[in-house]
């Protein structure tokens, strides 16, 4: 075309970026790659290809791991721990400051490779993926540094096995790693097999920082692989991916004593008010479900518009649409590049081509003939019952409906199985503030999406995992306390008699939504106290115990947002009438220990109780420092609905350390009595009704604690379960868990020190960390 | 699209298109606009990453950024002299043998912008080119002299033979609220232009918000302006990327509304042929391609051009150039 035509059309032309460099740095290699175990590459074994999505091109042939290579990773990462760890905060922090220097070094060959490798724009992986990821490697420098002022009693997990997905694969190995890092660990990590080009790249990175042998290591291949890390000898499990194998992940790593974190698909919605600036909101849904080919997790990809305004917000949105220019992902001018590989390509065709309901707009850009493109696409005016409202598309598509009231919208929103991301977007802060902390999602943007950095908390709820990455709590996943417990000790069963002592027979029933209740089973069972006497009977709680305590602590959500200062008072007020019947409880204990510290064990108590009270409007939330004009606020709230198994030891001061402490954080209870003393649990409903704790917040059952924590694991309305029983249930709660996928904190049968004060572990499992960005300025 | 010859453009192009008539001030739609500085500011800042222009295409768009500009002179010591090499400029502003290598045949800039004294020189030296001329009028750069003379200026600078008049708008009216003042401010200014256009002039930097520039660009249209301008050249704060992306925006709206095209000019502060390029990468986004021509669109600027000249003479030899290789206007 001649410059008078351009001048006549003023087309855009081309803006190709070179990829001369990243074809150098693979043809240095021969284009053949091994792994990258204990400081070194190995020899390429049984080949498989790695391909540009946009051409079909083979960029280069790399190593499916064997059981051999992952073992022979875990074990450089298993003997390079110690040295690591013991190198100090700030020896690592030089490391860490080093890789991230090397990253910005060689930032243009990163985004190029990586837009080669993975087909998403490099303008994408140029401006935002690349340098989020050197900002995580800097940002975790500091955290090295700072760790032993910061987390004094804190240490290494030990070898981390990582597994980081397609869609962002430098920027997800970047936050598997560099936390993993700066906290002393040692890490094995794949790559996906269709991306993992930028991965080996940091492995060369890792040898020029002169990285110590064996602190990361690089294994390559497909989920086979994955599963071999997870099966292998490593202390913890970093998933990103999606729900269906984070699920699997859970169940089998489940009673193994691995640490977990899950960052799992989602369906974000994207609410629009009436009053929102409608061209910004349009704007920011390009960057929700059009960056990265909508292939992001916490894509903005349902949204959820006010009726008032819905036909001219859909009107401005598919102008919009036809705006955006799809084609070759190494062009400076390009929107939207290609999806990452042909099954992607077509399992998103054949879900929006099932699509029975809404009206299908596709943007009117041109696809290039050949690669993986896929048009971007609006469904419009499909229900919630409409599968591509719930289901995870993980492609340029987006679906939409519409809302009345905010209380709809908000309903709509939370109508998902997933949790990972929210947007709303509204010109009145009272509005967009009182609708935020209502979205069941881990981060919350305002008036904004997809904003991201390291010293934010990222990571979700419900069914799109748990744990953060980012942020002082995405440390909390690649640490744990210096002190090593012991193992639990478990009560040995005693001789009994069958002959209640004389006076008038007392039969606790369950409590459960603030009044007692017969068991479900018509069954009760004896308690015996230490010397072997007949101190009562309790319930049997079962099945259908657990689901009417489930539905009444769930009918209690006002308790989550009455104030911590209102929550603290009924703290106090339990302590003033546990107080008033210390002799009781001590007699209590007493009769079922058969030793004489009742008194101390109730005064304990009372301490504790004291100390969840005062916790309960004190366990901030922090302002994240994040690179935006704006506050990025990284809240605790309540987890919701929690199952606790209470332990045999120190019966009530463990049931009330764990029951105020949930309480105190926003928490509703189903707690499961400890099976040796359950008689205090049910001498504790009286405390409950005389202290102004509204019905259903603590529910109580007795009865067998393998019965219920099975049922309780899988309950798909609770959120979260507690396990410190004596029984062996660790591995059940944790493989029932894998349904909703909810939190679960059990003891792997070790013991838990109940004479420390210090309720922290305890508020941290009791909140979740909503990170809500709010960008301002007028 | 319109497509414009590509010799001999410069004038405002004969075009189909009806004037902007105006309408009704609507309260409601001027209440209910909105604008988001931080979301705005987003998009401002990363649409120069998205959108690249090189090589032939670069030069090309240069070229289009030069038909569009209204080459300025409004200084206290404008003499008819300086006027003239001004015109002398806007008739050839790229040196011929750029053109010639670039296979472009002659162009012209958008308009020649003077004070109402300069208008007579203008006019003169400017006879037969098609450029017309533009004046700043009512009271330019406050717009704080008395109404009447503010609308018999306009009439004289129209009798002088200004085609085009840039007026001010009384910022007063915005900052206090009073949208029906403004509306009907503007409409007198209109109707004294008669066949001239006018330019409506906000001076967004006075406006105290990008929701205020929101709205008094609706109300500038409602009132029947064929342009809406930024800024006089005279704030501290002229033409941004997010002020533009808000004005564009209430053009596109009313375009929606209407059926009628308004033309938008930054002023003040664009001067480099890089800015020149993200300005008619971001009409093109918001607006699309009717609007990427001088009709349509116009930079107030005055040392742009000799940073475009300095672009297209690389762009031509390979070789980074100097300002004294380029006549002066």
Known sequence: MSIAEIFATMSYGTAPESTAEARDWIAARDGRFGHFIDGGFTAPGDAFETVNPATGEVLA????????????????????????????????????????????????????????DNGK?????RDIDVPLAQRHFYYHAGMAQLMETELPGRRAVGVCGQIVPWNFPLLMLAWKIAPALAMGNTVVLKPAEWTSLTALLFADICQQASLPKGVVNIVTGDGAVGEMIVGAKVDKIAFTGSTEVGRRIRETTAGTGKRLTLELGGKSPYIVFEDADLDSAVEGLVDAIWFNQGQVCCAGSRLIVQESVADDFHARLKARMDKLRIGDPLDKSIDVGAMVAPEQLTRVAAMVDGCAGGLIHRAASPLPGTGCFYPPTLIEGLEPADPLMQEEIFGPVLVSTTFRTKAEAVQLANNTRYGLAATVWSENVNLALDIAPRLAAGVVWVNATNLFDAAAGFGGVRESGFGREGGWEGLSAYTRPAVEPAPLKVPAAGKTVAELSPGIDRTPKLYIGGKQARPDSGYVRAVHGAGGALLGHVGMGSRKDVRNAVEAAHAASGWASMSGHQRAQVLYYMAENLGARAGDFAGLLDAASGRGDGVSEVEATLDRLFTAAAWADKFDGRIAGVPLKGVALATRVPVGVLGILCPEEAPLLWMVTALASAMAMGNRVVLAACEGAPLVATEFYQVLDTSDVPGGVANILTGAQADLAPVMAAHLDVDAVWSFSAADLSGVVERASAGNLKRTWVNHGLATDWTDRDLRPFLEEATEVRTVWIPYGE | MKMESATGAGAVPAHSEPRNPGMALDMGWVRSAQANTPAIERRAATLPGRRSVKKDHQAAWLLKAVTCIDLTTLSGDDTPGRVRRLCAKARA?????????????????????????????????????????????????????????????????????????????????????????LYDEVRTFRAACGEAHLKAILATGELGSLRNVAKASLVAMMAGADFIKTSTGKESVNATLPVTLVML???????????FRVGYKPAGGISKAKDALVYLSMIKEELGDDWLSPH?????????????????????????SAAWRHPMG
């Open chain 2, 296 to 320: 349509l669109f116009r930079f107030g600027a005055s040392s742009l051009l000799g940073d475009i000249e300095r672009q297209l003479e690389h762009h031509v030899t390979g070789a980074y």
């Open chain 2, 93 to 181: 502003p790229v040196r011929i043998d750029l053109l010639d290598a670039m296979g472009m045949g002659p162009i012209t800039v958008g308009a020649v912008c003077v004070y109402h004294d300069m208008i007579a020189p203008a006019v003169q030296a400017l006879d037969g080119s098609g450029i017309p001329v533009a004046a700043v009028s009512t009271g330019f750069p406050a717009g704080l002299s008395p109404f009447h003379l503010r609308v018999a200026e306009i009439g004289e600078s129209v009798a002088a033979g200004a085609a085009e008049i840039d007026i001010v708008i009384s910022r007063r009216h915005v900052l206090t609220g009073d949208w029906q003042a």
């Open chain 2, 249 to 259: 925006r209430a053009i596109r709206a009313y375009h929606a509304a209407t059926g």
């Open chain 1, 121 to 125: 724009p490099i303008r994408e992986s």
């Open chain 1, 61 to 116: 042939t790399l190593t499916q791991a064997t059981a051999g290579d992952v073992d022979a990773a875990v074990a450089a990462a298993r003997a390079a721990q110690p040295a690591w760890e013991g190198l100090g905060g700030a020896g690592r922090a030089r490391y860490l400051y080093a890789l991230a220097r090397l990253l910005q070094k060689h930032a243009r060959l990163f985004a190029v490779l990586e837009t080669m």
